[in-house]
């Protein structure tokens, strides 16, 4: 998901602390997602209520997010609308990635072997409709406000970000940084320990910050120029020009210009390339949203995680004394902890 540019970025390692008092924007699909692959069983299976629903994402919202509260910070998940009609045959080559990784899994189980199928296991995520309304659901009784996006969810929290609203958008994916987020924080929700591929051998995952303007400024471009590297690479939104990775990508922009140069120059034409451009400078927003963080529900959590999906309300309890301790009511933009 998302544009691969990732290694022409200057990033800074943080702590969770270091976000202290900021509201970060983050991006719901992107972090539901990444609930999903990661919280699983060693056989790949994600985990399950008794009556067979995924409650992988609801576990990752609760004790994740009671985990950044607790460090000072204040989430806002920003979910997406309608995507752009550039975007379906992509939406059909992940609906295909995901079909093939569970028939991949499925024989890797059969065959006993446990880190392939976990692997594909993890590829045959999908966020759909139930799991973004259980985790609505969640996160309101939870106390953490949500904002709807009208199109793409990341384009809504940069201008979010870039409005005031918000100090930093939370992603995995580079897309933040297209929309023109000033600061983008990856590994919020996933930090830890992760299991390098194929090896037995664990590595820190740490949060990191992405600062636009200063890797505009290392790398010696303009934003417009950093938009039309990626689209060399390849977006959600076309296909990337053939052999073409970040690094070539930024050689031709140098060389070139711009990226309707670099196709001219090459004899070469992508579909939509104008309107694409144009929608990472000036996608669709809204104003329609209100940032409201309260004290959670706890009666809702307990009956809604508990009696519903068969969490154990000792560990949820728990989890809600450390929340309520550190959150509250207020409003954003006035006075961030109330």
Request: proline share 4%; glycine share 6%; aromatic share 8%.
């Amino acid at each position: 998901m998302g544009v691969d540019i990732g290694e022409l970025l200057t990033r800074s390692t943080i702590e969770v602390s270091d976000l202290s008092l900021d509201i970060v924007a983050i991006d719901a699909f992107n972090t539901l997602y990444q609930f999903l692959s990661i919280i699983r069983q060693r056989d790949g299976t994600p985990l399950k209520d008794s009556q067979g629903n995924v409650t992988s994402h609801l576990s990752g919202i609760l004790y994740r997010m009671t985990n950044i509260v607790e460090a000072g910070v204040k989430p806002v998940f920003v979910f997406d609308g309608k995507p752009p009609e550039w975007k379906s045959s992509t939406i059909q080559k992940r609906t295909e990635t995901r079909e093939n990784a569970k028939i991949k899994w499925a024989e890797a189980k059969e065959k006993g072997l446990a880190e392939e199928a976990y692997k594909y296991a993890q590829a045959s995520s999908k966020v759909d409709a139930v799991i973004v309304e259980d985790s609505k659901k969640l996160l309101t009784a939870m106390g953490i406000p949500y904002v709807d996006a009208p199109s793409e969810g990341e384009a809504q929290a940069a201008y979010m970000v870039k409005k005031g609203d918000s100090d930093k958008i939370a992603s995995q994916d580079y897309d933040s940084l297209l929309f023109g987020s000033p600061l983008v924080v990856r590994n919020l929700t996933v930090s830890g320990k992760r299991k390098l591929p194929k090896k037995n051998i664990y590595v820190d995952v740490k949060p990191e910050t992405i600062n636009l303007k200063e890797s505009l400024d290392v790398l010696e471009i303009s934003h417009s120029q950093l938009i039309d590297i990626a689209l060399c690479v390849g977006t959600d939104y076309n296909e990337g020009l053939e052999g073409v990775g970040p690094k070539t990508a930024l050689k031709l922009i140098k060389e070139y210009g711009t990226i309707e140069k670099v196709l001219k120059a090459k004899s070469i034409k992508i579909p939509h390339i104008e309107e694409i451009k144009e929608f990472f400078k000036s996608p669709t927003v809204t104003d329609d949203y209100s940032l409201k963080w309260k004290k959670p529900d706890s009666q809702a959590v307990v009956s809604f995680l508990c009696a519903e999906h068969d969490f154990s309300e000792d560990r949820v309890t728990k989890a809600l004394e450390r929340l309520e301790a550190s959150s509250g009511s207020g409003q954003s933009t006035l006075d961030k902890w109330f």
